[in-house]
């Protein structure tokens, strides 16, 4: 009985063998690259967590530069962070509010690359669509309307689309072509909640152009039978 149990252990162990054999070094690799994987996907967390972690100190500078109101400030700390921490939605705010504390110095060159850089560069497209339209803004009053025009063409998030039609308005209202502007209002005003504020800003302006979407009625079909008669 034993040597038939000694006889079975050998030959499962000489298939185990061959199986290791034939199949050990696909099992390893496979180990090497499961483990790799976890391992990395794991340094790649703590890593985005540290650079998140950076990248709010760094804004905290930014915020305290723009507090200081020193402009020379401003644009080292702006700068650092782009450098080092561009790619976070940290340097995106940073650069937004940089850029208005440019505007309030009265420097639109540096508001307008910092808002330019933030067009060009942010994965956001909610940043991405305030940098354009304050971009646009800028432009309209330096009255380079086809590049202000350029900023505000184009796809915007839905919850931005009312805002980028309003800005079209004024673009258009500015060159004189009222009917342009008209037609970018309407679409504003359709678009705006009526509890919002700012919808009855558009609705000014389309008083200012002679129109009264408050009185708008829609067009209604007349039937063939009413017709006839």
Not at 11 to 40: N, R, S
Not at 59 to 87: H, N, P, Q, W, Y
Not at 151 to 171: T, Y
């Amino acid at each position: 009985m034993a040597k038939h149990l000694d006889l079975e252990e050998q030959e499962q162990l000489d298939e185990l063998k061959h199986f290791w054999k034939q199949y050990g070094d696909l099992i390893t690799w496979t180990l090497i690259v499961v483990f790799g994987a976890f391992a990395a996907w794991n340094g790649y967390q703590y890593w985005q967590r540290d650079q998140a972690a950076k990248a709010s100190v760094m804004f905290d500078e930014v915020e305290r530069s723009v507090g200081s109101g020193d402009m020379a400030r401003i644009d080292r700390s702006l700068t650092d962070m782009k450098d080092r921490f561009g790619g976070t939605s940290y340097a995106q705010q940073a650069a937004l509010l940089a850029a208005r504390a440019y505007y309030d110095k009265g420097n639109i060159d540096a508001s307008r690359a910092a808002l330019a850089w933030v067009a060009e560069k942010s994965s956001d497209e909610g940043y991405k669509a305030v940098a354009r339209l304050r971009l646009a803004g800028l432009l309209l009053e330096k009255k380079a309307y086809d590049e202000a025009l350029q900023q505000v063409s184009g796809a915007f998030p839905k919850s931005f689309a009312a805002l980028a039609a309003d800005r079209r308005g004024d673009i258009f209202s500015a060159q004189g072509k009222k009917a342009e502007a008209k037609a970018e209002y309407e679409k504003a005003y359709k678009e705006l909640d009526e509890r919002t504020e700012y919808r009855r800003l558009v609705e000014v302006k389309l008083n200012a152009l002679g129109v009264d979407p408050a009185q708008a009625k829609p067009t209604t079909t007349v039937p063939n039978s009413e017709v006839k008669k």
